[in-house]
């Protein structure tokens, strides 16, 4: 193979140790996500779906083997360089929104930006360009509580994009939406996608993974399968 | 850039909480208000005590017994006309007046009263800094003649002379012992707290005439009046070398105004430190409340500290914010603690007509302890804040 592919998992394992008991929530995984793909990584609750997005995500790090992010291993890096791969390459969209509730809509997506030190005008720009994009243009100044569900949704999809990140993680990006908001949400996800946008998103709802391109499931800790979704 | 975000944060967490924010910021209000005013007050106290002590005659040095050399009053060694003869020569010296103390009873009707009488030469009126207030002082032909005048104290006007001025006893007959002295000259009154506490009654009569009537011919003690720019430790070393040739070592002690005020100044300096410092106590605890309410903050906030994790922020960034927020906690509680302080300062000075001595100085050194103070107490919780792990945050509830 020529080029390292973005995401490059080989053989990687977590082990939770509580006293003297193990649990491995992960066992060998093998991942290639390639730039410009939609996965989706299916399985029940206690599957270890969470865990792999974390690992994902750089939140937390494997116990054994190797992981590569744009051909570089991320796995021996300090919780401060992990914090600045998760800035400049990652877009974290949760299920429960997690956004700051007393700050405008604005203020929100601008927060990954202060920590990349983009000066304020500039910064104030890209928020704002990054909530057009995600279709809230008329909603800059309205905070958290002043916005539906999809809205937030939005929102959070914005602040994830804002400093142009390599991959968007979502971990069950519809789960607090009703059906409708969340297919709208899906809908946003692939027409990112459609711009080049590489997304991962973790669900254990079938209907939802199958707007992927790829389905990947994963049970008890290891990948058992991989299919085609339903998206063209 | 960070540092301007950090603190609109804070300002923004602050306003949330207002209620437990103005809580916290009580404690350190009470601390470096009381910091500021124990420094002003007990400053403006020892500028007054100060001004007192200079009232009794500004570079004054005198010659006195040491009394802790001759402990025995029977025999007490005093000075005498040879020492005052040597001490006139000594350069440096500008004027030198002996002076002689005694008690008397006085009269001028047909009551008497026991009373202080003083013999001194004229220029004690100039080395002790006494102002008339009527008449005028003896002069020296006069106290080389040996006559018979008093100038008296505002206590012997009021005591002696019932109903009259200080002008009114001018030239009026005041009966010393058996002695007919005219009174020449009443002194201003010196309306210090030292001088009250004296508050006795005292005759002031030329030396030669009082050591002819009594038979003493020895001084208590011979005040000096330095030269203009002279030497001072000089010439109280020339002044000790001059009493020991006739005397001996030891037996008298050479004073100066500048080293009692001197001690004043280091027992009040010292006093001022160990109020402020229990003032100082009241600003410590102030910063525990700030570490108290931090530590909420931080559990209450772990899903945000969660969230900025997850979007990039290092160690550094969040533990800027919270130190930050604490800092801007006792800022302002400093803010509205000298402005309280500064208030305090002008009520004490004026209910009890001190000077106020606030300065610059106080107000930064409060000012700067109540930040010091937010640091410290603001280190722990904001360091806990940085050292949560992202997943465990991301999950609180």
Same mark, same amino acid.
């Given at each position: ?183 709208? /949400? ?31 499931? /994963?049970?008890?800790?290891? /990948? ?9 | ?397």
């Amino acid at each position: 193979m020529s080029e390292a592919p973005l995401i490059r998992l080989r053989g990687v394992s977590r082990v939770y140790r509580t006293g003297s008991v193990e649990v491995a929530a992960l066992q060998g995984v093998d991942l290639d996500v390639e730039a410009g793909e939609f996965v989706a990584i299916v399985g029940p609750s206690g599957s270890g779906k969470s865990t792999l997005l974390h690992i994902l995500g750089c939140l937390d790090r494997p116990t054994a083997g190797q992981y590569l992010l744009k051909g570089r291993p991320v796995d021996g890096l300090s919780d401060d360089e992990l914090a600045v791969v998760r800035n400049r390459e990652l877009g974290f969209v949760f299920q429960s929104f997690n956004l700051l509730p007393r700050m405008s809509a604005l203020r929100n997506v601008e927060q990954p930006l202060i920590y990349a030190r983009v000066p304020a005008a500039e910064r104030r720009r890209r928020a704002a360009e990054a909530l057009e994009r995600v279709g809230l243009g008329h909603r800059l100044h309205h905070r958290p509580n002043e916005l539906s569900g999809g809205e937030r949704q939005r929102v959070a999809v914005a602040r994830a994009l804002v400093n142009n990140p390599s991959v968007l993680l979502a971990d069950e990006p519809t789960g607090n939406l009703d059906t409708r908001t969340g297919r709208d /949400i899906l809908a946003l996800f692939r027409q990112l996608n459609e711009a080049g946008v590489t997304v991962i998103l973790i669900t254990h709802d079938l209907e939802v993974a199958a707007e992927a391109r790829r389905i990947v499931e /994963i049970r008890d800790g290891r /990948i058992v399968g991989e299919r085609r979704g339903d998206a063209p | 850039m960070m540092l301007w975000e950090n603190i609109l944060l804070a300002l923004d967490a602050l306003r949330v909480n207002a209620m437990r924010t103005l809580l916290t910021l009580l404690g350190v209000v009470v601390g470096v208000a009381a910091v500021i005013s124990v420094i002003a007050i007990a400053r403006g106290g020892q500028a007054m005590v100060i001004r007192e002590v200079e009232g009794l005659g500004s570079g004054m040095v005198w010659i006195e017994p040491n009394l802790a050399e001759q402990s025995d009053f029977t025999r007490l060694e005093l000075l005498d006309q040879r020492d005052l003869e040597a001490v006139s020569l000594l350069p440096g010296v500008a004027e030198a007046s002996p002076m002689i103390s005694t008690s008397m009873p006085a009269r001028v009707t047909d009551e008497s009263r026991d009373i202080t009488v003083t013999g001194v030469s004229a220029g004690y009126a100039r080395v002790r800094n006494l102002d008339l207030a009527a008449g005028r002082y003896f002069t020296e032909r006069e106290v080389a003649a040996g006559q018979r005048l008093a100038v008296v104290n505002e206590q012997v006007v009021e005591r002696l002379f019932p109903g009259a001025e200080a002008g009114d006893v001018i030239g009026e007959v005041l009966w010393l012992d058996r002695h007919p002295f005219v009174v020449v000259g009443v002194l201003e009154s010196t309306s210090g707290l030292v001088a009250s506490v004296g508050g006795f009654e005292e005759a002031q009569v030329p030396f030669t005439t009082l050591s002819r009537l009594t038979g003493a011919d020895e001084f208590l003690a011979i005040f000096v009046t330095p030269e203009e720019g002279a030497d001072l430790d000089r010439l109280m070393e020339d002044l000790r070398a001059a009493v020991e040739r006739h005397h001996g070592p030891g037996k008298f002690s050479v004073n100066s105004l500048d080293q009692v005020l001197g001690a004043i100044r280091s027992v009040t300096d010292i006093m001022t430190l160990v109020v402020a410092g229990i003032a100082a106590i009241a600003l410590l605890v102030g910063g525990i409340g700030i570490m108290n309410i931090m530590l909420v903050s931080v559990t209450e906030r772990t899903r945000e500290i969660g969230i900025r994790k997850a979007i990039g922020a290092r160690r550094a960034d969040l533990l800027s914010q919270f130190l930050v927020e604490a800092v801007v906690v006792s800022s302002l509680g400093g803010i509205i603690g000298i402005l309280v302080g500064a208030g305090l300062v002008a009520l004490v000075s004026a209910v009890a007509n001190l000077p106020s001595l606030l300065t610059p100085g106080s107000i930064l050194l409060a000012f700067g302890f109540a930040v010091l103070v937010g640091v410290v107490f603001g280190v722990y919780p904001a360091n806990k804040a940085a050292r949560q792990d992202p997943i465990e945050a991301l999950r609180y509830e």
